[in-house]
């Protein structure tokens, strides 16, 4: 399994223990010129939802017009679902050796 596979996994089984998952289809996405989403959960904040999208990196970080992307993502998914959204990068950390 390749490293960025392996860290999409682990942090996608993490994620989901902790927030409401949430499949967000990159078919859909693409059809508003918007970026895919690796991961993404809802987390009650309060009284009302807080939908988390996270773009997951084992290398550099988003070029320009993928995190234009990525933001149109969360604009579309914020309108649509009437809903807060926060979008942000994690980057898979390098093995020691």
Not at 17 to 40: E, K, T, W
Request: proline share 2%.
């Amino acid at each position: 399994m390749r490293k960025g596979d392996k860290f999409e996994k682990d942090f996608s089984l993490h994620t989901h223990r902790v927030q409401v998952p949430v499949l967000i289809s990159s078919q859909l996405l693409r059809s508003v010129n918007a970026g895919q989403i690796d991961v993404a959960g809802l987390v009650r904040k309060n009284k009302s939802w807080v939908l988390y999208l996270v773009e997951l990196k084992s290398s550099i970080y988003p070029s320009a017009i993928q995190w234009l992307r990525l933001k149109r993502s969360q604009d579309y998914l914020s309108k649509v679902l009437d809903i807060e959204t926060k979008l942000e990068v994690k980057f898979c950390q390098k093995a020691d050796h």
